[in-house]
Structures are given as C-alpha cells and as structure tokens.
C-alpha cells in the first residue's frame, strides 16, 4: 500500500498573523511562495500516482511552486468554512468567548453564503476524499499527494488514523510543510509529520 502525502500550503498574510482563513482566497507572500518551492526537492524524483489540490489559490500556487503540476483541483480539500469567524484571530474570539475551541464548539455562521461547519462537517469531506484515494494507495502505483490547508488536513489524519474529526486538533500543522500517513502491519500510522526539505 503506498503512502498518502499531505502538503500544508505556504505563508500567507493572514496565517502568519493567525487569522483563520478558511474560504477567503488569498495568495501567498513572498516568505510563502519561497516555503513552497523549497519542498520541490521533496517531489522531484518522486513517481507519484495522483495528485490532489484545495481549488484555492494559496494550495494551487504551492503546489505549482513544488512541482506538482499534473494536479487536479477537488472542492472537498478546501480549508473549514469559519463562517463568522472568517478573518478572526482565536484571540479576538477569546475575549467573547474564553473558552471557545474551533474542535468542539463550531462557529457562527457568516455572510455571503458562508454557513460556517463544525468538526463533523469537515469530517465528511476528508471523509469523501480519503473514499477517493483509498483504491489508488492500495494500487501500489506510488504514493498521492494532497495539497491543502492546516485544519482540514489535520481532521482528514485523524480520520485517516480512525479517530473522531475533534481529535484532528492533536496534530499541529506548519505552513509549506510535507507529511506521511502510511501503514504498518495493515493499520494506519503517522510515518512523518511537518517535514521541510
């Protein structure tokens, strides 16, 4: 069974502020596209069998600058829809609510069609894509490659891994970073984590 890749974006000016930035399209900065084409060396020599990237431009941008450039976009890598909370630090949101976690309590909805989603919904999604790549890992053809956004892919590891979509909060994710989920033994497991060339 091949291993499934997982590729955090680059910087860009809200998550190096610590906004959440779920459905706003912002690009990368400098200091991110940099990130992203640092991890070329990552996918150059690498024979991979199906490459899978966030339709928006921070992702698709990251991937171009790795290298990744026979990818195909899939709507359900998008990053989770933070409807009111869109653009809004975890700091701000304490001062209202000093309790409040993006894991257990959701948020409001927002303006402009943005809902908002809680764990559950966002697990459904990572859910439907790892559905979409499980007959392409057990192939063997090499392994696929996400590209995508820090919450989401940390509910689609815990996913991964048979864990509740909460449970994705265990596993902090830097920008422009690669990391493995594979097999032993026939179960699912953690091989690398937040690796940079």
Do not use: K
Not at 23 to 36: F, M, S, V, Y
Not at 125 to 150: C, I, N, T, W
């Amino acid at each position: 069974m091949s291993d499934l890749l997982l590729v955090r974006h680059g910087e860009t000016e809200w998550s190096a502020s610590g906004r959440h930035t779920g459905r706003t399209d912002i690009p990368l900065t400098a200091a991110g596209e940099e990130q992203a084409a640092a991890l070329a060396p990552c996918f150059r020599d690498l024979s991979t069998a199906l490459v899978l990237v966030s339709p928006l431009r921070r992702a698709v941008a990251t991937a171009e600058l790795a290298g990744l450039t026979a990818a195909a976009t899939d709507p359900d890598l998008c990053e989770w829809d933070y409807g009111g909370y869109e653009g809004v630090t975890t700091a701000d949101i304490h001062r209202t609510r000093p309790h409040w976690s993006l894991w257990t309590d959701g948020v409001p909805p927002g303006a402009d069609g943005h809902p908002g989603e809680d764990a559950s919904g966002v697990g459904a999604r990572a859910d439907r894509v790892l559905a979409r790549v499980a007959p392409v890992l057990a192939d063997d053809r090499g392994p696929a490659v996400l590209v995508a956004h820090s919450h989401f892919l940390r509910v689609l590891t815990a996913r991964y891994l048979g864990l509740p979509p909460q449970d994705g909060r265990l596993f902090l994710l830097r920008t422009a970073t690669v990391s493995a989920l594979s097999t032993e033994h026939g179960l699912p497991v953690i091989a690398a984590w937040n690796t940079r060339p």
